[in-house]
């Protein structure tokens, strides 16, 4: 074999034991925890689970975690993944803030993505928070051209940022096609007390209320036993909430992308403290509009035209929703 010959063929040989090298390190399983305050059957919680497990089934982690973990326990639990492996802790610090951003601290070569309100801390604590803002005021348009009364109500848990700027959003997309539209807004004091939701909302129907937005558990079945259409929250209410003609459309929350984002980076070596939020946005799949169903029919066309409109520039750049973290307030 001539000289040259025999470089071109070791040239090609190193390059495909790189291209292999590389293919191992990208194939490899990374051990990933998911620490949660609730069960995993909590639809907020449950998108996280939810993500990690598909990750798990596409060979891509090594999944366990631990549920139902009080605040109070928190840091022990999030300390006893980092000293056993674990490569990325997701999870959520809302009220223990400085607490995990302690822990990150302490064990730099672990990738934390956890939902807070605060920004990014250090080298390895990444935040993230449900923003689905966006297909909230999609459904607003709808909500806004199918009241009869221009009366809508509003059940949440808590007056919190996250809630509060869906509430404003949905608030927004309904005044844009009906100026004449009023809301009562109300808070259970819970994040889950599906009875409680359901007497704050029978209690906005005796108020003339013939739309309901539901972003609590609870909401629907009120809406059903009232005989009114309601519009669901984080999950598709419309099929796992016992929705079916009831509710119209539910405001999606997808963690996929973002999750997939965080284990691509660990796995490559490249892991940094960013702030999540674009990737929770429609725009890199975080958030979606859920599919009409038996509504198709039923929604005013205008209205399903001007949420393909807004849609299409919401994904283009040129049409931002609000984003408005002030506790909203009823105006009737």
């Not at 005021?137 to 809630?163: D, F, H, Q, R």
């Not at 997808?254 to 999540?276: D, P």
Request: include cysteine; hydrophobic fraction near 45%.
């Amino acid at each position: 074999m001539s000289k040259r010959l025999k470089n071109i063929a070791l040239a090609i040989a190193a390059g495909a034991a790189a291209l292999l090298l590389a293919g191992q390190a990208q194939a490899e399983k990374i051990k990933v925890a998911g620490i949660y305050t609730v069960p995993v059957q909590q639809k907020w919680v449950g998108t996280l689970h939810r993500a990690l497990s598909t990750a798990k089934e596409a060979g891509e982690i090594e999944y366990s975690f631990s549920e139902k973990v009080a605040n109070t326990d928190y840091v022990r639990v999030m300390r006893e993944y980092a000293e056993s492996g674990v490569q990325l802790i997701v999870g959520e610090a809302f009220g223990i803030s400085r607490e995990a951003r302690k822990v990150a601290d302490d064990y730099p070569e672990v990738a934390f993505v956890v939902g807070d309100p605060g920004g990014p801390h250090g080298s390895n604590f990444s935040v993230f928070d449900n923003w689905i803002h966006e297909p909230c005021y999609l459904m607003g348009i709808i909500a806004g051209s199918m009241t009869k009364t221009n009366k809508i109500g509003m059940v949440g848990g808590y007056p919190i940022g996250e809630v509060n700027r869906l509430f404003h959003a949905f608030m927004a997309g309904a005044k844009s096609v009906n100026p004449d539209v009023e809301f009562k807004v109300s808070f259970i004091g819970s994040w889950y007390d599906p009875p409680k939701a359901k007497e704050f909302a029978f209690a906005q129907v005796e108020t003339g209320v013939d739309v309901l937005y539901a972003e609590r558990a609870g909401v629907v079945d009120a809406a059903r036993e009232k005989g009114i259409i309601a519009f669901g929250n984080v999950n598709d209410m419309n099929k796992q909430e016992n929705g079916t003609d009831v509710v119209v459309a539910s405001a999606l929350w997808h963690m996929e992308n973002a999750l997939n984002y965080a284990i691509g980076q660990v796995k490559a070596g490249t892991f940094k403290a960013e702030n999540y939020k674009e990737w929770t946005m429609m725009q890199k799949g975080g958030a979606s509009l859920s599919p009409f169903y038996e509504f198709d029919d039923r929604i005013p066309a205008a209205a399903k035209a001007k949420v393909e409109e807004v849609k299409g520039k919401i994904m283009s750049g040129d049409f931002v929703v609000d984003i408005n973290d002030d506790e909203p307030k009823s105006t009737f």
